[in-house]
C-alpha cells in the first residue's frame, strides 16, 4: 500500500490497492458489516477497524501477500480450531492471497466478538 497519504476512512484505504485486492477487502468489509450491522466503521492502527458497544470489535488489513485479521480469537474451542490453519505468530489470522478467503469463517469470529462485547456490556449495566 502507498502510505503517502493515510487513508482516512475504509473507502479510502480499500481505493489504494489493486482492483482484485479490493475486491477481496470489499468483500470482508461487507461480510463484518452483515454479521454486526450496528457496528461503527473507523481507521485504527491505519488499517479498518469495527466498533461495537464502545469496544474494538475487529480489524482487518491487506498487505503484500496475504489479509490480516486481529486480534486473535480466544474463548470458543471450536472456533479457535477453525483458524488454527491461519493462524499467525501472534495469534493474528492470515488469510493468503492466493487461496480462497474464508468468509464465512469472518462471520463466525465477528459474531462470536460481537456477543462477547454484548456480555461484556449487560455485565457493566448489571453492576450498576
Known amino acids: 500500500m502507498n502510505d503517502q497519504a493515510r487513508a482516512t476512512n475504509i473507502d479510502e484505504y480499500i481505493a489504494k490497492f489493486p482492483p482484485e485486492v479490493q475486491a477481496v477487502l470489499r468483500r470482508i468489509?461487507?461480510?463484518?458489516?452483515?454479521?454486526?450491522?450496528?457496528?461503527?466503521?473507523?481507521?485504527?492502527?491505519?488499517?479498518?477497524?469495527?466498533?461495537?458497544?464502545?469496544?474494538?470489535l475487529i480489524y482487518f488489513g491487506a498487505f503484500k501477500n496475504h489479509i490480516g485479521l486481529f486480534p486473535p480469537v480466544r474463548g470458543d474451542e471450536k472456533l479457535h480450531k477453525a483458524t488454527a490453519p491461519y493462524r499467525g505468530e501472534?495469534?493474528?489470522?492470515?488469510?493468503?492471497?492466493?487461496?480462497?478467503?474464508?468468509?464465512?469463517?469472518i462471520s463466525r469470529i465477528v459474531k462470536f466478538r460481537a456477543k462477547q462485547h454484548l456480555e461484556r456490556q449487560a455485565s457493566k449495566r448489571g453492576k450498576r
Open 29 to 56: 468489509r461487507l461480510t463484518i458489516r452483515k454479521t454486526a450491522p450496528t457496528a461503527q466503521e473507523k481507521i485504527s492502527y491505519k488499517i479498518p477497524a469495527f466498533r461495537l458497544y464502545g469496544r474494538d
Open 90 to 105: 501472534k495469534g493474528n489470522l492470515k488469510f493468503r492471497l492466493d487461496e480462497p478467503i474464508p468468509y464465512a469463517l
